[in-house]
């Protein structure tokens, strides 16, 4: 286990309301709708599905796909995490949240460049946390390990992770920037970057914009050397140096978040009004592909996150393709060409869908 020398920030846990309202929008169902250079539309196929009830998987709102496995993250009930071997058909389940040794308050899905770790990480503590799947797929009853230490002073926020070979990136409430660099060998963190700027947005506190910008996707190209982010119809793309600097290299700024600033700390309440924007995101070394709504929490409810499309740009932020998926998905995971998308409309299941 390695112990990083993580930022130290000031923050009340109370600020974890800023998460509590995340809305949605309505531009006459069409994914083209303010999303420049999407000109055509194609229609995928169902190949397969997978009901998740038959499994014991019963309130999944997250999937995730690493080396030969479906993982699955709930954030209610007992928001257990479940992996699924697609191979065999059984299921691992593991119960984190408690005060328990090894357990937690809240956590999350790191994703990695590791293609044999299923890794999470405790928001509160900073602790990452992983399985390697090559021992879980031998013995269903591996277990999960510290891997690393992230040191967080109390009362500090981080809402994701993600792990490359040489650096850990985290975002949450932070003091200067958007994102918190760390690199492995050297323990040395820096904030960097700003979040994307309009006039309704400039004049916000940064933890402001933090809570704005809580809803943030991230995912890499495999290779640790470019990023993307997402927040509802914003996306920005981003290089590393060797030496750990991030460079911004394209923004498609479609749309951005309908919001009102609350008077209780750095709370920020979005609009029902508003689009869902871009609500899931994956990337290969080729293209990033994110889920897109058009829908709105005022018209849909909980369902504007069922989104009807998805999107496929490539690493220089072009448009590539958009297709109209036969079932609105919840979420989504990628395995090359095959996509498994989580379905929340009615009973869990998993729609298998092969890219043309």
């Known amino acids: 286990m390695k112990n990083f020398n993580f930022y130290k920030m000031n923050v009340n846990s109370h600020w974890l309301m800023l998460l509590a309202v995340i809305v949605i929008s309505g531009c006459s169902r069409n994914p083209m709708c303010g999303l420049e250079g999407f000109t055509?539309?194609?229609?995928?196929?169902?190949?397969?599905s997978i009901e998740l009830e038959n499994k014991d998987i019963l309130n999944p709102h997250h999937i995730y796909y690493k080396n030969g496995f479906l993982i699955f993250n709930s954030i209610r009930g007992e928001r257990e995490i479940q992996l699924l071997n697609l191979l065999s058909g059984e299921v691992t389940e593991y119960h984190v949240i408690g005060s328990g040794r090894n357990e937690m308050a809240n956590y999350h899905t790191v994703n990695t460049t590791n293609n044999n770790m299923y890794l999470f990480a405790d928001n509160y503590a900073g602790k990452v946390y992983g399985v390697c799947l090559d021992s879980l797929?031998?013995?269903p009853n591996t277990g999960y390990e510290l891997l690393y230490s992230l040191p967080v002073a109390k009362g500090g926020l981080f809402l994701r992770f993600m792990d490359m070979p040489k650096y850990v990136v985290g975002i949450g409430l932070l003091q200067n920037g958007?994102?918190?660099?760390?690199?492995?060998?050297?323990?040395?963190?820096?904030?960097q970057m700003e979040y994307p700027e309009n006039e309704?947005?400039?004049?916000l506190s940064h933890l402001h914009k933090g809570a704005l910008f809580s809803r943030t996707l991230m995912a890499s190209d495999g290779t640790g050397k470019r990023m993307v982010t997402t927040c509802f119809g914003l996306m920005d793309f981003y290089s590393f140096s060797d030496d750990g600097e991030?460079?911004?290299?394209?923004?498609?700024?479609?749309h951005y978040p309908l919001f009102e600033v609350g008077t209780n700390g750095p709370a920020v309440i979005f609009k029902k009004e508003d689009r869902a924007g871009i609500t899931g995101m994956c990337a290969d070394k080729n293209y990033v592909y994110g889920l897109y709504s058009d829908k709105t929490m005022a018209d849909y409810g909980e369902?504007?996150?069922n989104a009807p499309y998805l999107l496929v740009w490539d690493w220089d932020g072009n448009p590539v393709k958009a297709y109209?998926?036969?079932?609105?998905?919840?979420?989504?995971?990628?395995?090359?060409?095959?996509?498994?998308?989580?379905?929340?409309?009615?009973?869990?299941?998993v729609y298998i869908l092969d890219l043309e």
């Open 137 to 139: 797929r031998l013995n």
């Open 246 to 254: 991030l460079t911004q290299l394209k923004s498609n700024h479609y």
């Open 40 to 48: 055509s539309l194609s229609t995928l196929s169902v190949k397969d």
């Open 178 to 191: 958007r994102f918190g660099v760390f690199e492995k060998d050297t323990d040395i963190f820096k904030e």
């Open 200 to 203: 309704m947005i400039k004049s």
């Open 324 to 349: 109209k998926l036969p079932v609105a998905l919840y979420g989504f995971a990628l395995d090359g060409n095959t996509i498994y998308g989580l379905s929340r409309e009615e009973s869990p299941k």
């Open 303 to 305: 369902g504007a996150y």
